[in-house]
């Protein structure tokens, strides 16, 4: 059962410029988290954000939750190419449950 | 350094085999997981793993068998039932209490001979 679906499922942006991802989910969540995957290799936690908070901050990348709307969104601000990865966001419905993982969304920076 | 450690990488299983993917862990973490993915499809939940000695199924177990004999272990085993075991495979781990993110291996991935 997928709940997060990542939208646009592809993007492609020149460094230097933003980059907004967006998740959708269907049923009720204690957190939603995002994560970065490099080609080939395993998932990096990004960062999580609860239930009762709206927005959340680390470094280059901002986080908010509509827990009304049931989304997410990610923005990466002043990309690089080495942020040329693909993202996923995962809920996670009561506390200790397992994660669900949306389709992701890959990113593409040139220089 | 802590992390989790899958192996072999890359494997190749041949027709009518079992074949054994391995996944250790030194983060002292209680729960494990094993995901499959495939292109264009995220991340699915096979098995996961709460406490030493229990494990339940995810949404896509059948075909494949775990065992948790040990805190640090948590192997997943492809058997010959699975008819379309080409993907790759990712372990991960969670610490205990609330808000805990998941840690990953660097996924082994499996194909046909």
């Known amino acids: 059962s997928q709940q997060g679906e990542e939208d646009p499922q592809a993007l492609s942006i020149q460094e230097g410029e933003n980059a907004t991802m967006n998740c959708s989910y269907k049923t009720s969540i204690n957190n939603l988290q995002w994560y970065r995957q490099n080609s080939g290799r395993g998932l990096v936690h990004l960062i999580l954000?609860?239930?009762?908070?709206r927005e959340k901050h680390s470094g280059r990348l901002r986080v908010t939750l509509d827990t009304s709307k049931k989304s997410s969104s990610l923005l990466i601000t002043a990309s690089r190419a080495a942020d040329t990865a693909s993202y996923f966001c995962?809920?996670?419905?009561?506390?200790?449950?397992?994660?669900?993982f949306g389709k992701g969304t890959t990113l593409s920076v040139s220089s | 350094d802590g992390g989790i450690t899958q192996s072999p990488k890359y494997l190749f299983r041949k027709e009518g085999q079992n074949v054994t993917l391995s996944c250790e862990q030194n983060l002292n973490h209680d729960a494990m997981y094993w995901y499959r993915q495939d292109p264009g499809q995220g991340l699915r939940l096979i098995y996961y793993s709460q406490i030493v000695n229990d494990f339940q199924k995810g949404d896509i177990a059948e075909g494949y068998s775990v065992s948790r004999e040990k805190k640090e272990s948590f192997p997943l085993t492809v058997t010959s039932a699975q008819k379309n075991p080409t993907a790759f495979y990712l372990c991960a781990s969670t610490g205990q209490g609330a808000y805990q993110p998941q840690h990953f291996g660097d996924g082994t991935r499996l194909s046909i001979l």
């Open positions: 954000i609860r239930s009762n908070e």
């Open positions: 995962a809920t996670e419905g009561q506390a200790g449950t397992a994660l669900i």
